[in-house]
């Protein structure tokens, strides 16, 4: 794991915003640390109005993204897992995800909060997941950067 080169970025004020966590199923483990560590951030945040949506598998969540973001959610978390097997469905999935959610984010102007983690095996997935002996809370973040960029937005 690289980290090398991630900024410090600041968990903004974002009270009145509305925000959807959208989440999938698989790995609960790692998915509810996850969601747990975004809820953290929107609570820092001042964020109050949110929504916790769980879908079953991260190929569903730029779907739960759109419908979101069109149904008047400021904001977008997407968190979810995808770890490497013995078969080329591991690139499908993280492939149409990722492009999914990048789609939603240009099409509807929605910022999302990319929490997607793609990782070759589950020490991976665990290290990322914001659980007490993890080395990154990527929910966590992925909620912070969803807020920082609707911020940067709304200051436009």
Known sequence: MSGSGAPTIETPRAEG???????????????????????????????????????????????????????????????????????????YVCQAATEGLMQVGVTTGVPIGFGLLTCDNDPQALDRAGLPDSREDKGYESAQAALSTLVAIKGL
């Open 17 to 91: 915003a509305r925000v959807a966590v959208v989440a999938a199923q698989w790995h609960p483990k790692v998915t509810d640390s996850l969601v747990a560590g975004a809820i953290r951030a929107l609570e820092e945040s001042g964020v109050t109005e949110y929504k916790v949506i769980r879908v079953p598998g991260s190929f569903e969540l730029p779907v739960a993204a759109l419908h979101a973001a069109k149904g008047g959610y400021d904001a977008v978390v997407a968190l979810g897992v995808v770890i490497r097997g013995d078969t080329p469905h591991f690139e």
